[in-house]
Every structure is written in C-alpha cells, then in structure tokens.
C-alpha cells in the first residue's frame, strides 16, 4: 500500500519521539571544567603541616598564612626536622648553653636541599617553623630558637592553631596574642 506524503511525515515524526532524548556532553563539559578550576584554585592556598598525635598546638588569632618552610617538630621525647629525629629532648634539657649541635647539623643540611634559591643566599629569608605541644618548657623552645638563629635561619615561625578574634575569655574580656 502506497503512503501519502503527508502519512509517511507523520511516520517519521513518531520514530524520531521514540528514540528518547540525548545527553548534551558539551555543557557537562563545560560544568566539570569550572569545577576543576575552582579546585585547583582554592586547594593551592594551604600548606599542610606534618601532623603529630601527641602535640597539642596553641591558639592563636594570627591571620598570616603558613609557607613551605623547614619544619621542626618538639616532640614530647623527640626533635624532629622534616620528618626525621635529630635529638632527645631529655638530653637537650640536660645540656648547658643554647646550642643543639645535632640540631644545628641538621639545619644546615636542609639549606641546599628544602630551601627556595632566593633564600640560599639571604640569610634573613631562610625560614624556620617550629611546631611544639603548647606545655612544653620554656627553656627548651629557647634552645631550639637559639639554634636555628646560629644555623642562619633569620626567619623563626611558630605553628599555632588558628581562632576566631571575636572570642571571649572567661571574663568576658577579648583575649588576644601578641
């Protein structure tokens, strides 16, 4: 039987609504593309500290950010630079004088090694940070200072956690710290 014109249009137009809808890849595309960018963005803002169970940081309501910089880590039986133990804190207390000689050693090591070129040559740009429990002794955060500035670090950082300015105090007062 010989279809009208009409009649084989009408045909071809039920076959085209029967074939379903087709995903337009172009705009989804497009979606994870900015996703992507955004991630990359934001995730390049924050350095990542090494992390240690046992060591609690103090607070504080500094608002610089951290850079990539040599890392001593105080631990409660350890000193540990970028990873690796230098010195036992009992032996370090029981040491006259402010000089770490296996600190110091250790520290002038990572000069080639962790440090930016610029920093290599400028010794007041060599950075230092120090993480540390926030009960440990006075003294010993002394000698650990103490050495870095004879290892030609001009730059010493302290690693705190960070909190919010508007927090008050058990008095009711702004606590803040210089």
Known sequence: MVK????QRMDRRHKRGKLGGGLNLVSLM???TILVFFLLVNSADVEVLPNAKEIQLPESIAEDKAKETVVILIGEHDIIVQGVPVAKVAEVMKMKGNDIPELRQALLSQ???VLRKEAQ???AGR???IMGDKDIPYRLLKKVMATCTESD???ISLAVLQKSADKLDEAGQLSVAR
Request: proline share 0%; charged share 40%.
């Open 4 to 7: 009208s014109k009409r009649a």
């Open 30 to 32: 497009d979606v994870f």
């Open 111 to 113: 000069n080639d090694r």
């Open 121 to 123: 040559e400028d010794i």
């Open 127 to 129: 950075e230092v940070t």
């Open 153 to 155: 670090y001009g730059q």
